[in-house]
Nanobody, 118 residues
Framework: QVQLVESGGDLVQPGGSLRLSCVASGFDFSRYTMNWYRQAPGKERELVAAAGNTVGSTVYADSVKGRFTISRDNRKNTVHLQMNSLKPEDTAVYYC???????????WGQGTQVTVSS
């Protein structure tokens, strides 16, 4: 079955950096778009970044462009989110996601907490 396991969340000061990782298993990782979403308290879950199954096919939310970088390693079934110049408004639970592996639905990891605060 599909498993997505995130790691790397932490408490960091404004202006700092974090690198999130998501290890996937149970499906042919290289064939599927991998996404990072986040959800802050009291807010809707939002797409942060996506990495398609072709080289260079990435998408970013306007709020993170120029600060966050998504990358994937198909040999290790892993997708990363490098987050630089972090702001307090980046505080959220970050989720790894893919869609449509065995049926038409989303698959989610358990989430990893990122807190940006001085």
């Amino acid at each position: 079955q599909v498993q997505l396991v995130e790691s790397g969340g932490d408490l960091v000061q404004p202006g700092g950096s974090l690198r999130l990782s998501c290890v996937a298993s149970g499906f042919d990782f290289s064939r599927y778009t991998m996404n990072w979403y986040r959800q802050a308290p009291g807010k809707e879950r939002e797409l942060v970044a996506a990495a398609g199954n072709t080289v260079g096919s990435t998408v970013y939310a306007d709020s993170v462009k120029g600060r966050f970088t998504i990358s994937r390693d198909n040999r290790k079934n892993t997708v990363h989110l490098q987050m630089n110049s972090l702001k307090p408004e980046d505080t959220a639970v970050y989720y790894c996601n893919t869609w449509g592996v065995y049926d038409s639905r989303d698959y989610w990891g358990q989430g990893t907490q990122v807190t940006v605060s001085s």
